[in-house]
């Protein structure tokens, strides 16, 4: 990986362990109703970004949308302090051709498990040479704006901050820590507990399940074990219960469609019920 690559990837880590030690503002500032809504309101957005934009669209191409959509998503899921596009393509397409083996980035089940997993799973991961991809997709990098948006990541997360210090001040900027740090743990919680915790409806050969939990905090992404067994599906809220197709709330799922019937979306890719069934771990 060129230098500089690696030196703009490797501020995310940075903001990261800031955002995480911003949080200790809290204990003097406190958290008023308006910074609440304020951080609740740039999880939820931030969240949607990431869920609907970066993973379902950017990655698995699970529908289609005009460049706009992937570029403003794109912006406003950097602006979370997931990286940028490119690269978050790049480790979810590792996690997926390596699930839960010693190449998976971010497994909590290799080469060790227990505690030790987790913690990998979760945070550890940062901090280890995995965090760098050996290669970038070709698509997101002939996009000039993805590319751009993808090597400066760190930019949006910088004027997100500026922004909740001008509107607040330090509670809002304390606001801001607490809904990134959060956040970040709420995506890393499908790395790590979706793969340890629910259970797996669908055979896919791995430990990915689905967990309620995690599909709370993630707006639908906690539904893991569907993703696994289907990963182009945009709709991941989707389970086997006594031999029938039954659906699961999907808040992510339920945004794209609104950006259909908006005319930004179209061609949702969802399997048919003979394809789930097929698929099922009582088939």
């Known amino acids: 990986m060129p230098r500089l690559r690696r030196f703009l990837y490797s501020i995310g880590p940075v903001l990261t362990i800031a955002a995480h030690l911003g949080c200790l503002l809290l204990f003097w500032t406190g958290l008023s109703l308006g910074a609440a809504l ?9 969240m949607l970004a990431t869920t609907a934009i970066y993973h379902r669209l950017i990655t698995h191409s699970s529908y289609k949308a005009p460049r706009p959509v992937a570029w403003i998503g794109a912006f406003v899921g950097a602006s979370a302090g997931q990286m940028g596009p490119s690269w978050w393509k790049a480790h979810h397409q590792t996690h997926h051709r390596h699930v839960d083996t010693c190449a998976d980035p971010h497994t909590p089940l290799a080469p060790s498990a227990g505690w030790r997993g987790l913690w990998r799973s979760q945070v550890g991961w940062l901090l280890s040479s995995s965090f760098f991809p050996t290669t970038l997709p070709a698509d997101v990098e002939a996009d000039p704006v993805l590319r751009l948006i993808d090597r400066l990541h760190f930019v949006p997360v910088l004027l997100l901050a500026g922004l909740s210090w001008q509107l607040g001040g330090l509670p809002w900027l304390a606001a801001f820590c607490l809904s990134t740090t959060v956040l970040y743990h709420g995506v890393a919680s499908v790395n790590s507990l979706a793969h340890l915790q629910g259970d797996q409806p669908f055979v896919t050969g791995d430990a990915s399940r689905n ?8 707006l639908g992404e906690g539904w893991h074990n569907l993703h696994h067994a289907f990963q182009a599906s945009v709709r991941q809220g989707i389970t086997l219960r006594q031999g029938r197709v039954r659906l699961l709330p999907d808040p992510t799922y339920r945004f794209i469609r609104l950006l259909e019937r908006c005319g930004w979306a179209w061609d949702l890719r969802i399997p048919s019920n003979h394809a789930l069934l097929a698929r099922g771990a009582e088939s």
């Open 38 to 46: 304020w951080a609740l309101g740039l999880y939820l957005v931030r």
């Open 211 to 218: 967990n309620l939990f995690v599909a709370v905090i993630t």
